[in-house]
């Protein structure tokens, strides 16, 4: 990235576009690039670019946008006519990130644009370069470059400019053009409304509807602004226009009562409610009893039932504890039978001796394992115990060896106890000051000196050595 910061020249002025993939930074060079910079930033002060399509995303190449049809063949600049390219040689298509004027040949710019999204070096000289991507919101620009894309790279979901922000201007003379809007809602304004008019030439109307059409509007224009009785529509001589009772009379007759003489009768009403209430309860029991009286024999019915099934349940969980038990039972007769005889008394095949053995020192081990007290002072008295026992047999061995004469026998059958006489020997290694070097003896080393003098004409007699017999060798093949 050093190189970049080297080659490219400083910006001047600052664009921010909300997008619908996040906001993206645009900084400008209004230096290298004045036509292009100052057509972007007033279209962007008038909100031209508001709400307008990406509609061509080419992946890993470029992000095409600034048309408001969203076609790629509309947009005009604010010159009123295409401008020329401004190419300078400090910015090159050699990275992500770079903002250039769209075109269809040489000098044909207008409103479009398109971001870089990779080394372009393709589209050197052929376009302008007038800004570039700055800060983090150069990742929302990959999100662009991750979006899904048709066979045509139009975007199968709509991205687009939300919004447009110029915050600094590097042309203060530009100011948002607002005339030619007002000039346009004014011309709108001034459109009429066309009102609906009914062809009565036709057949399906005739004499008979443009009669009540006529009808029609002359009730509109006398009561226009006031309500309308069925009398004043219809015009029945039956129908009187005059109210059939005052309003005045309608409150006369009807007795509204008071706030207070409210309050009073709802007071009323739900003592009256709550006393009827506690009378209900207190009649309750009485009615219940009688009730339960006479409902009796349904009961005593149900009753039976509900006995005779505990008692079945009781059986069954008395079957079952007597079944459990007698399991119990079997299991600990098979552990004693194992225990009192692990060897049936006569045996089907011959007992392995090695396996006896093993058998019997196992039992033997599992005893003495009892007799070991648990974990306390009576533990560590017992360990003292067995090492006193253990020195007393080392002492005795050695007494008995010395006691007994060395009989010389060919084959020598040592016991289990033999190695508790046996003393602990050292070989002697005693300073030894030189060595005759004449004497071969089992700690001499062969020491071979390939440079040596003598070693060197040893290896000449063996070559010569074996020319000669080669050499006697082809003579005897020749003859």
Known sequence: MSNIYIQEPPTSGKVVLKTSFGDIEIELWSREAPKACKN?????????????????????????????????????????????????????????????????????NGSQFFFTLGSTPELQTKHTIFGKVAGDTIFNLTKLNETLVDTEDKPVYDQKILKTIVLNSPFPEIVPRVEKKTEKTEKLSKKKEVVGVKNFKLLSFGEEAEEDEEELIDVVKEFSGRPKS????????QLSSEPAVIDNELTDDINIPSSDQTSKISIDDVRSKLSSNSKNKKILPKSIEQSNEED????????????????KAEEIRKEINQIKSQLSKKKKDKKKDLDIDDTPSIPLLPINPLKQQYLENIKMYSSKKSDIPKKGSNREEFALGLLEKFKNKLHNAIQSTQEKPEKPSETVEEEDDDWKSHPLQFQKDDAVLAKDANKK??????????????????RELNKLNSKTDKDKKNKTLKY
């Open 230 to 237: 069925t009398h004043d529509v219809l015009k029945d001589p």
């Open 296 to 311: 009796s024999d349904d009961y005593e019915l149900g009753k039976d039932l509900k006995e005779e099934k505990k008692r």
């Open 441 to 458: 003896d089992d700690d001499w080393f062969e020491i071979y000196d390939p440079r040596s003098a003598i070693n060197k004409r040893k």
């Open 40 to 108: 972007f930033v007033q279209l962007c002060t008038d909100g031209y670019y508001d709400g307008v399509l990406f509609h061509r995303i080419v992946k890993g190449f470029i992000a095409q946008g600034g048309d408001p049809t969203g076609t790629g063949a509309g947009g005009e600049s604010i010159y009123g006519h295409p401008f020329k390219d401004e190419i300078h040689s400090r910015l090159r298509f050699n990275r992500r990130g770079l903002v250039a004027m769209a075109n269809a040949g040489k000098d044909d």
